[in-house]
């Protein structure tokens, strides 16, 4: 149920990412592109910090990288 | 002969640290991430305009894709002075055959929907390489139609995300994505099959190679799981099992694959 919980929380916050991205910039149109880049990058690092706190606590260890 | 044989003989030639810093280690995840931002950015932005507002190439009342017929038009046609917009002649063949068949009904949709798609998976970082390199191939494909633009630009920081595949996406879906899907040499527990039962060798019975319970192929012998190193060994241990099996007894099936 954890594991569920949490995998459900990583995807709503990247999909809540995707979401917000298609309407900052059809709804502001590239007007001021810096502006339009800041809240993108908050999302991002929200469902980052989502991740790390919820998802990566849950599956941590699954994988080797470096 | 000798020469040839010192010139091909397999090498591996390792990168160096730096190379492996910037490319291979998640240390670099934010500047990948402020990368793929701008870019996916860029993308999502181009998009945004050929399929909402006015000026939008799907959707519109009557025929799709006029102004992508209009683009091509331009890029095709060849000036009385100066230089055409298309260098190659293979690629102007190309997109005139597209505007004689009517292609850009279509293809505006695929342009609109996949420069739409491309920022997305660029900005949320799921499957940011493949993303990127969809990108950098509309990039040259807007380039060999004699439009510059920021193409240089954006089709320069796609082959740095290309490069950078494996951490590109760390701060974003690519995190868990990529670990879950593996790669086609290495698949991922999504794909990794379970082997009911003991596996009974490290090495292939028959030329003892390395196997791989993940993907080697398997054969079942007194309730016991050998993995061949590929299937030419699987067929010659299934030919002549006792030959390579040295205890080898009479066949009793097990379940291999779960």
């Known amino acids: ?66 | 002969m000798a020469l040839l044989q010192r010139t091909f003989e397999k090498r591996e030639l390792r990168d160096p640290s730096p190379i492996r810093a910037i490319f291979s280690n998640t240390w670099l995840a934010s500047l990948w991430l402020l990368a793929r931002l701008y870019l996916g950015y860029q993308w999502l932005l181009a998009g945004s305009h050929k399929v909402w507002g006015e000026g939008r190439w799907i959707a519109v009342s009557g025929p799709d894709g006029l102004s992508l017929r209009s683009f091509w038009e331009r890029a095709i046609a060849i000036p009385e002075q100066g230089r055409p917009a298309i260098t190659y002649d293979w690629y102007r063949d190309f997109l005139t055959s597209m505007v004689n068949h009517e292609w850009y009904r279509w293809f505006s949709w695929v342009i609109a929907l996949g420069e739409v798609t491309v920022g997305i998976l660029l900005i949320v970082g799921a499957f940011a390489g493949l993303a990127a390199l969809a990108g950098a191939f509309m990039n040259f494909n807007f380039m060999l139609a004699g439009s510059a633009s920021i193409n240089p630009v954006l089709v320069v920081i796609a082959l740095l995300i290309l490069f950078g595949w494996k951490t590109a996406g760390w701060i974003g879906v690519d995190r868990w994505l990529l670990p879950a899907l593996g790669t086609p040499w290495q698949p991922g527990p999504v794909f990794r099959r379970v082997l009911k039962g003991r596996v009974a060798n490290e090495a292939c019975p028959v030329c003892q190679m390395p196997v791989d319970p993940a993907i080697s192929p398997a054969s079942a012998y007194n309730g016991l799981i050998y993995l061949s190193c590929c299937p030419v060994c699987k067929e010659r241990l299934d030919a002549q099992p006792a030959r390579y099996i040295p205890d080898f007894g009479p066949a009793i099936p097990v379940p291999v694959e779960g």
Do not use: D
């Open chain 1, 1 to 66: 149920m954890n594991k569920a919980l949490a995998l459900a929380a990583g995807v709503t916050a990247w999909a809540a990412v995707a979401v917000a991205a298609v309407l900052i910039v059809f709804n502001m149109g590239g007007k001021n592109q810096v502006l339009m880049f800041l809240p993108i990058l908050a999302v991002v690092v929200a469902a980052w910090a989502i991740g790390e706190l919820v998802t990566e606590r849950v599956f941590s260890g699954h994988e080797k990288r470096v």
